[in-house]
Structure formats: C-alpha cells, structure tokens
C-alpha cells in the first residue's frame, strides 16, 4: 500500500533534518552524499507535484527565486551587546579577580571559546520555526537578513525534537572556511571578477546582499554560541545550553571546554593559541564566560558590555610569498613535522623565511604544494604558520608534495599515530630525537641547565658523550674542555649549572622528560597531586585521568611512558644519579610563608610560571590582582597599573634583587 504524499514528504523532510544534524553538527554523517541528494530530489519531485503542500520550512525552500529589495531594521527584544576585550594573560587574571570579588565566596566555572573572526547574527525561531535572522549592527537595530540565513546549510529551518522552546533567539557568528574561500576565488578568477582578500571580508559582504542566490553559491556557514530573548529554554548553564541547542540540530561552537577556576583556563587559553593551524576558519581570540546563568545575572552588564564574559585577543599578522620546498625536522617525542621554506617576507616587523605545516594531514588538507603562493599568518607569540594557498595563483602544474617513509636522520622506517595525525620516527635512540630532548631538558621550564646551547648539545651527540639524557650528568670536566669554546671556566660552570639542576623537583623533571602531551602545567598538577616520582609509578590510569585537567588521553600517555623500558629506564637512571623526584615542602620559615605576592612587569631571570613556583615552594601565594591584603609586589620591566595600585594603596615594592635578596635572608 502506497504512502498518501503529505505523509511521505513529511517523512522526507524528517529524514533529511536528521541527516543535516548528522553532517553539519555532530560531524557524524550516517549516509553517502549521493543517497542525501536522491532524498532531496524525491522530495522535490513530490513538492512539485503538490505545491499545496509546500512549507516555508522545507529543506527545499533555503533560496528564494527573487533578490529582496532592501534590508529593513530589526530592534532586538535584548542587546546584542559587546565584548571587553583583554590582550594579555595577566589582564584575564585580573579580570577573574574581579569577578570573585563580584561574587565572594562562591565557586566560579569557566567555559572557554574560541572567538570566530565572522559576523555577529542572531536566529529566531517561533514554535521551532526559523522566522527571522538579523546582523547585529548597532547592537540594538540590526538588519534583517532572513532571505541570506536561510540559505546557509547548516542553520535549520525548522528546529528537532516535540519539546523546543516556544521562542528562543540564538546569537552566534556566520564565517566562511578558509577551503571556501580557495574555491570561492578560483571560480572568481575563471569568471575574470576580483578575488577577495580574507574570510572576513567576504563573509560581511556576502550577508548583507540582496540577492539569496548570491549568499547559498558562497557556502558560509555559522557557528552559535548564545541566547538572546527565549520562553522554555531548560539549560541552567551555559554548557548545558550548548548541549540543548546542538539537539535541536542547530550547529554549537566547536572546542568549546569547562573548567573549574580561572587558571585552569587561562592555562587552556595558551594551549589553544598554539593550535590554530588545525582550525579550517579565522578565530581572532578566546572568549572566557562564567557558566552557570544565576551568576551571570547578579553580574549584569554595564551599558556596553556583559561583566559575565571577556575575550582574549591576540594580534594577527598575515602576508603572502613563495613556498620554495618542504623540509622535514625530527621533534623530541620523533614527530616528524614538515617546514615551508619561504621567500622571505616581512611579518610583525620580523623578517619570516620559515613556517610550521604541522603534519602530513594538513598538508593534504590544504593542498600545499613547493612553487605554491601562500598566505602565512603569525598571531600572538607563536610561530608562523601556512593558513592557506591561493590556488587561483598557481599558474603551472605542481607536483602533489609526498611525505617521507624513513626518518632523515637515523633512517628508520616512519609509523603514523594510530587515530592520530602525526607520523613519528619510533627509535628512541635516534640522534635527531636525542638533542630535541637533551634541549627541551635544559630549558628555563624544565631542568633550567643554563649553557646547554644549541651548539654545545650539537657536540655532546656528535662525540657520543650523550647518548641519553641521564649522560648530562655523568659529564666528566676534562670531556667538556675538549669541546670547541669550551674553556676550563665555562665547563666547571656548565657543571655546576648541570649538579644544581639535581633539585628542581618533581613538577621540573616531569616537564622535562618530553612525555607526550604534558607540558609545564600538566606536569605541575601531576606534582601536586602525587608528590612523588614513585606514587606516580604506582598509580593506575584510572587514577592518573581522575586527576583534575589530565584526562584519558594523557593519564595514558603518562601511563605508557612509566611503564615502558626507555621511561623505565630513564628513570632508573636519573634517580641513581640522584635527581630529586619529589615536590619540595613547602618553607615554614622562609620570608615569604604566608604572604601574599603580585609579580608584575617582565623580569630578566624568571618566567611567570618559574616565578609563580619559586613563590610556592618558599610558602607564599601568588596572586593577579593588587589589594590591601597584597603583602609585597615585585616589579620587573614595564611593570604597568598594578605597579601604580600598588603605590596608590602603599604597598611595598621589591625588584627582582631585593626579592632575590628576600629568599635569600629566609
């Protein structure tokens, strides 16, 4: 028995929303392209057949035949305020502190996001049907760009599930990918029209055109990560509220995390940064919100902005050269990451003739061929990297790049992370691996050997005084003095440097080993919560990912290391030789026990992080923000608003002598 057609274009239409959820936001596509396009020609065929059947939220019905005649003004029913912004992580310090004064005594959860360099845009939808979208503008009128919204194919026309919200207006950001905009300006060079310049640019343009034929042909797309008026939203929290529109099949903001307090996410922030050359659109920043909505509303707004969320912003730089060749360099866990050797071109103000292309995925993912005309782009204090090529410029055939199969220094056949992206070079022994280490080792974060240079551990592989990082401290004086622009003095003092580093403790030298994916903070947690080298032995991984900010991922990773013969081995070793493997206690009787210290400015012997430490170990709290409970504050260069606070409210200011002079009477 056939079905009657209003019932089967309804099944259709159900299935081809499922299956838009399924693509665009769980990115967990059930069916073939081909097998979703003969749902949307079927139920095309059966809509024509039946026009009285035809509803404005129909798949079918994304782009109207007409260009709208103009955009009218819209009136938010709430503002579409703006975000203050921060441009350093002591100034998002500040801001946390803040916000606990604000809200004394209460226990604060931070949702971090990634900030979409595209246009603002808010959604409205009435008993699940999408009724109007609108660009922010003013802030209180924006304009109503209904006809473009709805062309865009992952913004649903009419919400999942039987229990939607009776009004809900969601706020996110619309952008166009980087892949898109490759693809965009080659057809704009076969069509002999202007290529566009950025993803922003042509994101704004594109929104705000009449004609909707013009806005589907550019594949924008958007992300949603807010809420404006609503009547039955559930969520209580900002995540909870992510998770509830994603079941509605309205597509979330991705990589969005929680955390407990405003370290762990400015911790989180840095990582981030980082990770840019694996998104496939812009971000400008990081966007800090407090999670749960109660909070939010004692904290209100000023007339700008809401006091409940702040941005982080990082400058970005772009230009455009030539990638000359791909090289590849063998890292310190054997990751084997590929370099685009450059013309040299100016960027920041720094002359860049190198940039990081990651992994062999990212290469294919964005088609990066030697000859090619790339865009790098720098943003905050990481390297440069390749953020997309301009295809359209590639004038001749260029040859497909291939990935090397055996490592280029010790020429061991290469393995590829298993679900992973990067391909490594699995000896342990290999040279190459052997000085990233031995370099990693030494750094300020980690063992802080200073006169372990480039160079030096060059000499130390080469004459096979090191084969293993253990080796730095069986180093004989005589050995060192044989080794070019190494004196008699500067070899007692590489040792003496090289004994000292016996004591960093536990959070220092499980940073320096170079497990994979534990850095500086990690290490530090893992410290804290184990206290020793041996109880982190004995822990399982379930109670390595139990501890807060560490996970399965890297409780096994940890897990693998310990337990594996090179770390097994590796540890043997150093504690042998004597390497303190436990967190210092903290000092009773130092000068700072107690007290309360902001450091502030750039100082010439000490990171933030070294600093930070120091002060724990000796049984003080470091602090972000100047009070009169503040005990001292040591400034360095640059020091800033909290130096001026800190003299308007009299508290004692220390240079990083005086500090040093403080520990040292302790």
Known sequence: ???????????????????????????????????????????????????????????????????????????????????????????????????????????????????????????????????????RGNGRVGDDITHNVRTLADVPLRLLGSRVPEELEVRGEVYMTNSDLVRLNEEQQRRGEPTFANTRNVTAGTIRLLDPRLCAARRLRMFCHGVGYARGLHARTHMEFLEEIRGYGLPVTPHAALFPDIEAAIAHCEEQVERLHELDFEIDGLVLKVNRFDQRERLGATSKSPRWMVAYKFEKYEATTRLLRISVQVGKTGAVTPVAELEPVELAGTTVSRASLHNADEIARKDVREGDIVVVEKAGKIIPHIVRVERHLRREPLAPYHFPRTCPECHTRLVKDEGGVYIRCPNQECPAQLKERLRYFASRNAMDIEGLGDKLVDQLVARGLVRHVADLYRLKLEQLMELERMGKKSSENLLEQIERSKQRGLARLLNALAIR??????????????????????????????????????AQSVYDFLHGEFGRRTIAELRHLGIDMTVPRRAKGSALAGKTIVVTGTLQRYSRDQIHELIT????????????????????????SKLDKARELGVPVLSEDEFEALLAKG
């Not at 057609?5 to 665009?24: F, G, M, S, T, V």
């Not at 079918?60 to 938010?76: F, K, N």
């Not at 919560?529 to 900010?549: G, I, K, N, Y």
Request: glycine share 6%; charged share 30%.
């Open 617 to 640: 170990q000796h049984g003080g709290r470091p602090a972000s923000s100047v009070s009169r409970q503040t005990d001292f504050v040591v400034a360095g260069e640059k020091a800033g």
């Open 1 to 135: 028995m056939s079905k009657h057609p209003a019932q089967e274009i309804e099944e259709l239409r159900e299935q081809i929303r499922y299956h838009d959820k399924k693509y665009y936001v769980d990115a967990a596509p059930e069916i073939s392209d081909l097998e979703y396009d003969r749902l949307v020609e079927r139920l095309k065929k059966l809509e024509a057949a039946h026009p009285e059947l035809v509803t404005p939220d129909s798949p079918t019905q994304r782009v109207g035949d007409q260009p709208v005649s103009e955009l009218p003004p819209v009136e938010h029913r709430v503002p579409m305020l703006s975000i203050d912004n921060t441009y350093s992580l002591e100034e998002l310090r500040a801001y946390g502190a803040r916000i606990a004064r604000l809200l004394p005594g209460e226990k604060i959860e931070w949702v971090v996001e990634l900030k979409i360099d595209g246009v603002a845009v808010s959604l409205l939808y009435e008993r699940g049907v999408l009724v109007r979208g609108a660009t």
């Open 517 to 554: 994916h534990v850095g500086a903070r990690t290490a530090s947690v893992l410290a804290e919560h184990f206290q020793t080298m041996e109880a982190l032995e004995q822990a399982s991984v379930d109670e390595l990912a139990a501890v807060p900010e560490v996970g399965p991922v890297i």
